[in-house]
């Protein structure tokens, strides 16, 4: 590792004297002083890197060393060129960072970026680049040891010079995956190598796949053709390093095609050429990231490319670039790879005295922006990451909340205990002006001591009044801490909504790195209609609304493939061919409309054309002869439209290249469903068809509100909820067995939420309010009951599957501040299966069976302790405890939920047990509730009062276990009987 450290060191030596050079050097002599260095660095570094032991690193000097030679004495200029882009020295440093940090992973992918850049004049060879990123990843003292397996990998791959790059990808024997497939790249490519080709080509195919087009069109500049064909080299050499062997055969056809002088004025047919080749492209680069096979094109737009090479080459010898373009036909070798002249030459030879320079167009990629590319799991750890940090937040604040609810009852309980010391104080004040009162006996005269106290103040004045007087000041005291205390548990809530506050400016700027254009797929689109143009004989055009809108990458990538499916039916199934709409007095060309937009929390696409519309009668009719309905079902028109969305679906007879396989609308269905997401269908005959798909803008974290019902709780994504309402008793209307509510002059049914999900609950009484959530589906507005409404939180949606059918309404699950795990419905899915009737309703249960198998029992005391001690007993006996905190509070649980039976205490603030108990007597649904008072006041006339007022059983403090389940056994025995 120290040699490896050393060499780290040469290599920056080299780098820095390179880069210290002058690249902008005019004079003769100072040019070739500079040049001379340059070489002279690369000579020595050669003999270091054979003194280290670095063969790859050697060869690569080498490579670099040759080319520098042979421009030395011809082309001077062309050195200074790649000293100024830094390709001389760049390199080097990359390798010596690789060398220093040997485990990470990044630095390879990036020195192979460097090496294939496309400033260099010629590519590298595979072989070498493979043995100089294999001889980095070893250390150094083991290479003898490698050597074998290097040799091993040398004899597999012979060496080459470069200018035999391109025949020997057409001469070489494929690996077997490419002798099936001459669409995929060689089975022993290093990995680091095929991963910086599919970083780095994408863009380059794109950016080809642009300039292209605008040379098809006749509206390029001579530099954006050049820079079309040094892309096309680019990528030749590219595809060639990893073995894909079609790609490398296409772009060197592309690249002859480009070299020829067809700036000024196309011949007629080759834009056609051009623009398929361009669409040909960007088709294979996609075949092969998804392993398929050559489009059908392929073949036909090599020997077109090649006609028109040579007929261009014969028409105009003296006006083509000096590049030799040899014949070539389909099957034959790729030719060798030229040289290519510096840019600065190729701009002096090809650019006319008389032309103007070159626009700088809008489309020209930006040169002063920095990138970091970051791999998609590492943005997907981090979302995991502040998706935890959101709950363990909510966590947080919720405890903080309970803390300050503590706090508050700290402070009416020191508020009580103020209270009974003023009356205290009261009593005792009392005693002593009785005692100060009482008449004084002849023989006890009034006496005073040496201070001047009377003698009968003093004795008034004793230890009583001086403990109450401490106490006091105690509680003084206590209550001053109170209010400290609360003070700092509200300081902390603030802190704590300030750090949520950050926690959804984090996740949304995490979010929004996973965020990418609409734009990014505006050229496979536009590609798509073209090509089924081409292949239907049609003719459309595409307009695309909303191409800046940023969608979460997930969401994006799987709307492409159904929208280029869509695409697809737009034109062979929707646009009429020409003389068909010339007939009918439309455009020849179709129209295509593409609209993105963001509603709330939702994105919405909209496809339409103006083509023939949905054949209604053509659709129920196939499917009446699939058996999808029966002959005399009544169908509505949209019911129709959505009957190509089952599987299989076609209106076609025959197959052809686009339609009538089977593949239909129901891929483009669970696509959407699958993203969560609505889909409807509208057509006019004759007019058009439109298709509507909305999608949640991100899977993976939302604002959610929180409900319960049937006892459960659950969460329903904010951005489904229309509206939230609360409907008083006399807004209910009853018919039969059916419950409506009129909302904005509509009567709306209201469903159950826990029916929906299939839960059993018992039937809400009308006779009091309810509250409901609005919910517009694609057909109507829904009225959902639930028991409770929960304030609405951030949440982070966890997916279920594969362990859970998504097709029930539940897209995921979420963990709540206090540990448990609620459901997140999809409500929108759920009520469309209502719709279709794939789901029914629950069953509704009577009040009868709606006893909790745990007895509720109602504690009612002011005192926390002992309300603690009997919720402790009470759980270890297997009850459920509620508890209260004086009557008032207790009569508030017993309108809210059921309860079996009530302990309750004698005295308590605001009402106490007496009041409670008469109270519960004189209510008709709650008078058979049995009620045990368990106090400490324990005569015979508290006992009298508390059975007058309709007490059961009195038991005192403090109390016993066994003796307390023996009465909770008897009473709600006695009460069940009842």
């Given at each position: 590792?120290?040699?490896?450290?050393?060499?780290?060191?040469?290599?920056?030596?080299?780098?820095?004297?390179?880069?210290?050079?002058?690249?902008?050097?005019?004079?003769?002599?100072?040019?070739?002083?500079?040049?001379?260095?340059?070489?002279?660095?690369?000579?020595?570094?050669?003999?270091?890197?054979?003194?280290?032991?670095?063969?790859?690193?050697?060869?690569?000097?080498?490579?670099?060393?040759?080319?520098?030679?042979?421009?030395?004495?011809?082309?001077?200029?062309?050195?200074?060129?790649?000293?100024?882009?830094?390709?001389?020295?760049?390199?080097?440093?990359?390798?010596?960072?690789?060398?220093?940090?040997?485990?990470?992973?990044?630095?390879?992918?990036?020195?192979?970026?460097?090496?294939?850049?496309?400033?260099?004049?010629?590519?590298?060879?595979?072989?070498?680049?493979?043995?100089?990123?294999?001889?980095?990843?070893?250390?150094?003292?083991?290479?003898?040891?490698?050597?074998?397996?290097?040799?091993?990998?040398?004899?597999?791959?012979?060496?080459?010079?470069?200018?035999?790059?391109?025949?020997?990808?057409?001469?070489?024997?494929?690996?077997?995956?490419?002798?099936?497939?001459?669409?995929?790249?060689?089975?022993?490519?290093?990995?680091?190598?095929?991963?910086?080709?599919?970083?780095?080509?994408?863009?380059?195919?794109?950016?080809?796949?642009?300039?292209?087009?605008?040379?098809?069109?006749?509206?390029?500049?001579?530099?954006?053709?050049?820079?079309?064909?040094?892309?096309?080299?680019?990528?030749?050499?590219?595809?060639?390093?990893?073995?894909?062997?079609?790609?490398?055969?296409?772009?060197?056809?592309?690249?002859?095609?480009?070299?020829?002088?067809?700036?000024?004025?196309?011949?007629?047919?080759?834009?056609?050429?051009?623009?398929?080749?361009?669409?040909?492209?960007?088709?294979?680069?996609?075949?092969?990231?998804?392993?398929?096979?050559?489009?059908?094109?392929?073949?036909?737009?090599?020997?077109?490319?090649?006609?028109?090479?040579?007929?261009?080459?014969?028409?105009?010898?003296?006006?083509?670039?000096?590049?030799?373009?040899?014949?070539?036909?389909?099957?034959?070798?790729?030719?060798?790879?030229?040289?290519?002249?510096?840019?600065?030459?190729?701009?002096?030879?090809?650019?006319?005295?008389?032309?103007?320079?070159?626009?700088?167009?809008?489309?020209?990629?930006?040169?002063?922006?920095?990138?970091?590319?970051?791999?998609?799991?590492?943005?997907?750890?981090?979302?995991?990451?502040?998706?935890?940090?959101?709950?363990?937040?909510?966590?947080?604040?919720?405890?903080?909340?309970?803390?300050?609810?503590?706090?508050?009852?700290?402070?009416?309980?020191?508020?009580?205990?103020?209270?009974?010391?003023?009356?205290?104080?009261?009593?005792?004040?009392?005693?002593?002006?009785?005692?100060?009162?009482?008449?004084?006996?002849?023989?006890?005269?009034?006496?005073?001591?040496?201070?001047?106290?009377?003698?009968?103040?003093?004795?008034?004045?004793?230890?009583?009044?001086?403990?109450?007087?401490?106490?006091?000041?105690?509680?003084?005291?206590?209550?001053?801490?109170?209010?400290?205390?609360?003070?700092?548990?509200?300081?902390?809530?603030?802190?704590?909504y300030r750090q949520q506050r950050l926690q959804r400016q984090l996740s949304e700027a995490i979010?929004?790195?996973?965020?990418?254009?609409?734009?990014?797929?505006?050229?496979?689109?536009?590609?798509?209609?073209?090509?089924?143009?081409?292949?239907?004989?049609?003719?459309?055009?595409?307009?695309?609304?909303?191409?800046?809108?940023?969608?979460?990458?997930?969401?994006?990538?799987?709307?492409?493939?159904?929208?280029?499916?869509?695409?697809?039916?737009?034109?062979?199934?929707?646009?009429?061919?020409?003389?068909?709409?010339?007939?009918?007095?439309?455009?020849?060309?179709?129209?295509?409309?593409?609209?993105?937009?963001?509603?709330?929390?939702?994105?919405?696409?909209?496809?339409?054309?103006?083509?023939?519309?949905?054949?209604?009668?053509?659709?129920?009719?196939?499917?009446?002869?699939?058996?999808?309905?029966?002959?005399?079902?009544?169908?509505?028109?949209?019911?129709?439209?959505?009957?190509?969305?089952?599987?299989?679906?076609?209106?076609?007879?025959?197959?052809?290249?686009?339609?009538?396989?089977?593949?239909?609308?129901?891929?483009?269905?669970?696509?959407?469903?699958?993203?969560?997401?609505?889909?409807?269908?509208?057509?006019?005959?004759?007019?058009?068809?439109?298709?509507?798909?909305?999608?949640?803008?991100?899977?993976?974290?939302?604002?959610?509100?929180?409900?319960?019902?049937?006892?459960?709780?659950?969460?329903?994504?904010?951005?489904?909820?229309?509206?939230?309402?609360?409907?008083?008793?006399?807004?209910?209307?009853?018919?039969?067995?059916?419950?409506?509510?009129?909302?904005?002059?509509?009567?709306?049914?209201?469903?159950?939420?826990?029916?929906?999900?299939?839960?059993?609950?018992?039937?809400?009484?009308?006779?009091?309010?309810?509250?409901?959530?609005?919910?517009?589906?694609?057909?109507?507005?829904?009225?959902?009951?639930?028991?409770?409404?929960?304030?609405?939180?951030?949440?982070?949606?966890?997916?279920?599957?594969?362990?859970?059918?998504?097709?029930?309404?539940?897209?995921?699950?979420?963990?709540?501040?206090?540990?448990?795990?609620?459901?997140?419905?999809?409500?929108?899915?759920?009520?469309?299966?209502?719709?279709?009737?794939?789901?029914?309703?629950?069953?509704?249960?009577?009040?009868?069976?709606?006893?909790?198998?745990?007895?509720?029992?109602?504690?009612?005391?002011?005192?926390?302790?002992?309300?603690?001690?009997?919720?402790?007993?009470?759980?270890?006996m297997g009850y459920h405890p509620i508890t209260a905190i004086d009557g008032l509070n207790a009569?508030?649980?017993?309108?809210?939920?059921?309860?079996?039976?009530?302990?309750?205490?004698?005295?308590?603030?605001?009402?106490?047990?007496?009041?409670?108990?008469?109270?519960?007597?004189?209510?008709?649904?709650?008078?058979?509730?049995?009620?045990?008072?368990?106090?400490?006041?324990?005569?015979?006339?508290?006992?009298?009062?508390?059975?007058?007022?309709?007490?059961?059983?009195?038991?005192?403090?403090?109390?016993?276990?066994?003796?307390?389940?023996?009465?909770?056994?008897?009473?709600?025995?006695?009460?069940?009987?009842?």
């Open positions: 590792m120290d040699d490896a450290i050393a060499f780290a060191e040469e290599l920056e030596e080299v780098a820095l004297q390179l880069s210290s050079l002058n690249p902008l050097a005019d004079d003769p002599e100072e040019m070739t002083a500079t040049v001379a260095s340059a070489v002279a660095e690369y000579e020595r570094l050669s003999m270091t890197a054979a003194i280290y032991g670095m063969e790859g690193v050697q060869q690569t000097v080498e490579w670099v060393h040759t080319m520098l030679a042979s421009f030395q004495a011809t082309l001077p200029e062309a050195i200074l060129e790649l000293l100024q882009g830094g390709q001389l020295f760049t390199w080097l440093e990359l390798a010596a960072i690789a060398l220093r940090e040997p485990e990470e992973p990044t630095h390879l992918p990036t020195l192979t970026a460097a090496l294939l850049h496309e400033d260099w004049p010629e590519p590298p060879a595979p072989t070498m680049l493979e043995t100089l990123l294999l001889n980095l990843r070893q250390n150094p003292h083991a290479s003898n040891t490698e050597t074998p397996n290097t040799e091993a990998l040398h004899a597999e791959t012979p060496a080459q010079e470069p200018a035999d790059i391109g025949a020997d990808y057409a001469t070489a024997t494929p690996p077997p995956q490419a002798a099936e497939n001459p669409l995929a790249w060689d089975a022993d490519i290093h990995p680091e190598l095929l991963a910086a080709y599919l970083q780095e080509t994408p863009g380059q195919v794109t950016e080809a796949t642009r300039l292209l087009h605008l040379i098809a069109n006749g509206s390029s500049t001579p530099e954006q053709k050049r820079h079309a064909s040094r892309l096309a080299h680019t990528i030749k050499g590219a595809s060639g390093v990893v073995g894909v062997e079609a790609i490398a055969s296409f772009t060197h056809r592309l690249e002859d095609l480009l070299d020829l002088n067809i700036a000024r004025h196309l011949p007629t047919g080759l834009g056609d050429t051009l623009g398929a080749a361009a669409d040909c492209l960007a088709t294979l680069f996609d075949h092969l990231l998804e392993h398929k096979p050559l489009p059908d094109e392929y073949p036909t737009l090599l020997a077109e490319m090649d006609a028109w090479g040579q007929r261009i080459a014969t028409e105009q010898p003296g006006e083509q670039e000096p590049v030799a373009t040899p014949e070539a036909t389909v099957d034959q070798p790729t030719p060798a790879i030229p040289v290519i002249t510096p840019d600065f030459l190729a701009e002096d030879n090809a650019t006319d005295e008389n032309a103007e320079p070159a626009p700088q167009t809008s489309h020209s990629p930006p040169t002063s922006n920095t990138h970091l590319s970051v791999p998609i799991e590492t943005v997907q750890r981090l979302l995991n990451l502040a998706g935890e940090l959101i709950t363990s937040t909510s966590q947080v604040a919720e405890h903080a909340q309970h803390t300050l609810a503590f706090g508050k009852q700290l402070q009416q309980q020191d508020e009580h205990i103020r209270q009974m010391l003023e009356t205290l104080g009261e009593t005792i004040g009392q005693q002593s002006a009785n005692r100060v009162t009482r008449p004084l006996s002849a023989s006890n005269t009034k006496r005073l001591d040496a201070d001047g106290f009377d003698q009968l103040e003093m004795e008034a004045y004793n230890d009583l009044h001086s403990a109450a007087s401490l106490l006091t000041e105690s509680v003084a005291d206590n209550r001053e801490l109170t209010h400290n205390l609360q003070q700092q548990i509200r300081q902390i809530s603030e802190q704590i979010l929004r790195t996973r965020l990418v254009p609409v734009q990014s797929i505006v050229a496979r689109v536009e590609r798509t209609v073209r090509e089924t143009c081409r292949r239907t004989g049609k003719t459309a055009k595409i307009s695309i609304q909303g191409q800046n809108l940023q969608i979460d990458t997930d969401i994006l990538q799987g709307l492409t493939a159904p929208l280029l499916h869509m695409l697809r039916n737009a034109v062979d199934h929707g646009i009429e061919a020409m003389n068909e709409r010339k007939a009918l007095g439309k455009d020849k060309e179709g129209h295509i409309e593409l609209r993105f937009e963001q509603k709330g929390g939702q994105i919405h696409l909209t496809l339409s054309d103006d083509g023939q519309g949905l054949d209604t009668e053509r659709i129920r009719a196939r499917a009446i002869e699939r058996g999808l309905v029966t002959a005399g079902q009544t169908l509505g028109e949209e019911d129709v439209l959505r009957l190509i969305l089952q599987p299989g679906f076609t209106t076609r007879d025959k197959v052809s290249e686009i339609s009538g396989r089977g593949v239909g609308m129901d891929v483009v269905q669970s696509a959407v469903e699958n993203l969560q997401g609505l889909l409807q269908i509208s057509s006019i005959p004759g007019q058009g068809t439109s298709i509507r798909v909305q999608v949640p803008i991100t899977l993976l974290a939302t604002n959610a509100l929180l409900v319960r019902t049937a006892g459960k709780l659950v969460a329903i994504p904010g951005n489904t909820i229309h509206q939230l309402l609360y409907a008083a008793n006399h807004e209910h209307i009853q018919e039969n067995d059916n419950w409506f509510i009129h909302h904005q002059e509509q009567k709306l049914e209201v469903i159950q939420l826990a029916r929906l999900l299939g839960w059993q609950t018992e039937k809400p009484d009308l006779r009091k309010g309810h509250s409901l959530l609005l919910v517009e589906s694609e057909h109507k507005l829904y009225a959902l009951h639930v028991d409770e409404i929960l304030p609405p939180r951030d949440i982070v949606i966890k997916s279920l599957t594969p362990w859970l059918n998504l097709t029930q309404g539940v897209s995921g699950a979420c963990i709540l501040a206090n540990g448990s795990v609620a459901p997140v419905l999809d409500l929108l899915r759920l009520l469309r299966h209502f719709e279709h009737g794939t789901i029914t309703l629950g069953n509704t249960i009577t009040a009868n069976d709606t006893t909790p198998q745990r007895p509720h029992i109602l504690v009612v005391d002011d005192s926390l302790s002992n309300r603690k001690s009997l919720s402790l007993m009470l759980e270890n009569l508030q649980h017993l309108h809210e939920q059921p309860i079996q039976l009530i302990l309750t205490d004698l005295e308590m603030p605001r009402m106490n047990g007496l009041e409670m108990a008469q109270a519960i007597r004189i209510w008709p649904e709650k008078r058979h509730i049995p009620i045990i008072m368990v106090t400490s006041r324990s005569t015979q006339k508290h006992r009298q009062m508390a059975q007058e007022a309709g007490i059961d059983d009195y038991l005192t403090k403090p109390v016993n276990q066994e003796t307390l389940q023996t009465q909770l056994y008897k009473w709600l025995r006695t009460q069940l009987a009842a």
